[in-house]
């Protein structure tokens, strides 16, 4: 494989919990333990021993970089019809590009990699989650289940049968849906797309609302957007009640969401410096 002409096989994934004192950095075909103080240099050049730079910036928690061999399941002719078809429409996107859903991709391949299950239908079901975007917002799920039915393209790697199960299962991943999705690809894909960086889910509830209502005052948007957090991933919440396959780095996103959306004046503040950062914010 050539890991400099292909970005998409440098995953940046995040895990919550690491092993005190060792974090591994995977490459294809072999494993790679480093020192933090190794990662920290790694981390700091965006660079893997041996095999150049690499271009995605990661924007999570306790992030680690590792380029991990979860695509040794998946036909190869499938990831390049998919890489070279499909995946490129994000970037018409704005909230959910590219970056996005290879992150989707790595936590869903990853999650199924010990599980018995089609790896292909996995990833097809992760690549196409989101496309319906393209058309509609709010009922994108259902358009990504026509556009995954109506691809001439994938009945070169599917029967009738499992295109019907990718449909299914992108049509079943929002956590708006009511009650469980219909297959196991629907719930690994569904727990793979809740987001896991407390800072992007302020800055995507943030801007969400400042596009849902132009006219509402900075603390108007904050206020919209921190409720909107506590309904879903609060204890309870109905995104976080979608997670079927929890890993320590949800829980802890979860814990965090908890604690910093309790009180409507502390979030408020936290926000407007979160704001500042990110060069953004209404002016009252």
Do not use: W
Not at 78 to 97: N, R
Not at 180 to 202: E, F, Q
Not at 235 to 242: D, I, R, T
Request: aromatic share 8%; charged share 30%.
């Amino acid at each position: 494989m050539d890991i400099n002409s292909n970005k998409r096989r440098l995953l940046l994934l995040s895990f919550g919990a690491h092993s005190a004192g060792v974090i591994p950095v995977l490459i294809p075909n072999t494993e790679v333990k480093t020192s933090r103080a190794d990662y920290t240099a790694l981390r700091e050049t965006r660079k893997v021993p041996n095999y150049g730079k690499i271009t995605r910036k990661s924007d999570f928690f306790f992030a680690i970089i590792i380029c991990m061999n979860i695509f040794s399941d998946v036909n190869p002719e499938l990831v390049k019809y998919v890489e070279s078809t499909i995946l490129p429409k994000y970037q018409q996107l704005s909230g959910h590009t590219g970056d996005h859903i290879d992150k989707v991709i790595s936590r869903s391949l990853t999650t199924a990699k010990d599980m018995d299950v089609n790896k292909d239908i996995v990833y097809a079901t992760a690549a196409y989650h989101d496309l319906g975007r393209l058309v509609d917002d709010d009922t994108h799920q259902i358009e990504s289940g026509k556009m995954v039915r109506k691809d001439e393209g994938l009945k070169k790697f599917f029967s009738e049968e499992e295109i019907e199960i990718i449909a299914q299962a992108v049509e079943d991943h929002r956590a708006s849906l009511k009650g469980d999705p219909r297959s196991i690809y629907g719930k690994i894909v569904s727990s793979a797309d809740r987001n896991m960086s407390v800072d992007d889910m302020m800055a995507r509830s943030y801007d969400y609302a400042r596009h849902l209502h132009p006219d509402f005052t900075d603390d108007e948007v904050i206020e919209e957007a921190r409720i909107h957090l506590r309904e879903k991933f609060a204890p309870g919440g109905y995104g976080a009640k979608k997670v079927y396959f929890p890993t320590a780095e949800h829980i802890a996103c979860f814990k965090l969401i908890d604690e910093y959306t309790k009180d409507p004046l502390e979030y408020r503040a936290r926000v407007k410096e979160f704001n500042k950062k990110r060069g953004l914010g209404k002016e009252e």
